[in-house]
Antibody, heavy 116, light 107 residues
Framework: QVQLVQSGAEVKKPGASVKVSCKASGYTFTGYYMHWVRQAPGQGLEWMGR????????NYAQKFQGRVTMTRDTSISTAYMELSRLRSDDTAVYYCASLATVTIYWGQGTLVTVSS | DIQMTQSPSSLSASVGDRVTITCRASQGISNYLAWFQQKPGKAPKSLIYAASSLQSGVPSKFSGSGSGTDFTLTISSLQPEDFATYYCQQYNSYAWTFGQGTKVEIK
């Protein structure tokens, strides 16, 4: 079955960077875009961008342009999302998600806390 | 970006009630619409894809309908485990957008 397993919770100071990983299994990793979505405490869902695991090509939401970098390692079927120059309002749960065939599969989420 | 407007933002219902949630897109999205359920502290759980197709393993009390700009999610007989927040999501555009959520609470 399709599984997306994310790395564990992180605590970072303002101005630092964080890199979250998402390991895919149960489907052809290079066949489907990987998206990243975040959810601030008590808030809705916000799309951050996507990566084509086959080519490495990316599309980022304008809000995150210049601060987010999405990469992948096809040898281990893993996608990464790095967010730099962290601020307190980046405190959120970060999810990877993939529209594999017709269904959207979600990772379990990674809590990133930004605090001095 | 395609805006998704979901209503109501919250509702109170009793066990056994039929519940309907609506979602409207700011432009036509064909049937590229998903519904999912989220409980506190948990990841989203997919319920419906392609507007009306039931995700494998999801009980048939959940159903979706609509095409173009107007969509609905119906829960035919609300059970205690269904109290949660429900979101619609469009994936017609590569920039996914989401409704603001509907919190279903116990009356």
């Amino acid at each position: 079955q399709v599984q997306l397993v994310q790395s564990g919770a992180e605590v970072k100071k303002p101005g630092a960077s964080v890199k979250v990983s998402c390991k895919a299994s149960g489907y052809t990793f290079t066949g489907y875009y990987m998206h990243w979505v975040r959810q601030a405490p008590g808030q809705g869902l916000e799309w951050m961008g996507r990566i084509n695991p086959n080519s490495g090509g990316t599309n980022y939401a304008q809000k995150f342009q210049g601060r987010v970098t999405m990469t992948r390692d096809t040898s281990i079927s893993t996608a990464y999302m790095e967010l730099s120059r962290l601020r307190s309002d980046d405190t959120a749960v970060y999810y990877c998600a993939s529209l594999a065939t017709v269904t959207i599969y979600w990772g379990q989420g990674t809590l990133v806390t930004v605090s001095s | 970006d395609i805006q998704m407007t979901q209503s109501p933002s919250s509702l109170s219902a009793s066990v056994g009630d039929r519940v309907t949630i609506t979602c409207r897109a700011s432009q036509g999205i064909s049937n590229y619409l998903a519904w999912f359920q989220q409980k506190p502290g948990k990841a989203p759980k997919s319920l419906i894809y392609a507007a009306s197709s039931l995700q494998s393993g999801v009980p048939s009390k959940f159903s979706g309908s609509g095409s173009g700009t107007d969509f609905t999610l119906t829960i035919s007989s609300l059970q205690p485990e269904d109290f949660a927040t429900y979101y619609c999501q469009q994936y017609n555009s590569y920039a996914w957008t989401f409704g603001q959520g509907t919190k279903v609470e116990i009356k």
